[in-house]
Nanobody
Framework: VQLQASGGGLVQAGGSLRLSCAASGRTFSNYIMGWFRQAPGKEREFVAAIYRRGGSTYYTDSVKGRFTISRDNAKNTVYLQMNSLKPEDTAVYYC???????????????????WGQGTQVTVSS
C-alpha cells in the first residue's frame, strides 16, 4: 500500500490542523492505521492509531483530549484532527499502515510495514 500524507503547516499555539493520509494499492479497510511524529533530534514516537473499521482508537497520553484519529474507508483516507496545538507538538508527522499488526503492538513504529513521506507541523508560541 502507498501512503501520502498532507495537511501540515505553521500554526500558532492553541490552533488546529487536520492531517490526511491517502492510501492506494490495497484494500484500505484491511489495515490498521497509525500516526507517528518525529521532532528534530528525537526518536519517532507514536501519536495515535485506529483499527481496521474504526471501532477502536488509541492515543499517546500527551495528545489525549486534543487529537482525534478517524478514517473513511470509502475514501481510503485516515485523518488526524489536532486541536489546542502546543509548541511541543512541532514535528514531522508520518502515517503508517500494517495489515497484520497485533493491537498490543500498535504503538511500536517497527511493527508497521508501510509509511508515508511525512508532513511538517510547526506550532509557534
Amino acid at each position: 500500500v502507498q501512503l501520502q500524507a498532507s495537511g501540515g503547516g505553521l500554526v500558532q499555539a492553541g490552533g488546529s490542523l487536520r492531517l490526511s493520509c491517502a492510501a492506494s494499492g490495497r484494500t484500505f479497510s484491511n489495515y490498521i492505521m497509525g500516526w507517528f511524529r518525529q521532532a528534530p533530534g528525537k526518536e519517532r514516537e507514536f501519536v495515535a492509531a485506529i483499527y481496521r473499521r474504526g471501532g477502536s482508537t488509541y492515543y499517546t497520553d500527551s495528545v489525549k483530549g486534543r487529537f482525534t484519529i478517524s478514517r473513511d474507508n470509502a475514501k481510503n483516507t485516515v485523518y488526524l484532527q489536532m486541536n489546542s496545538l502546543k509548541p511541543e507538538d512541532t514535528a514531522v508527522y508520518y502515517c503508517a499502515a500494517d495489515r497484520n499488526l497485533i493491537w498490543s503492538s500498535i504503538s511500536t513504529a517497527g511493527e508497521y510495514d508501510y509509511w508515508g513521506q511525512g508532513t511538517q507541523v510547526t506550532v509557534s508560541s
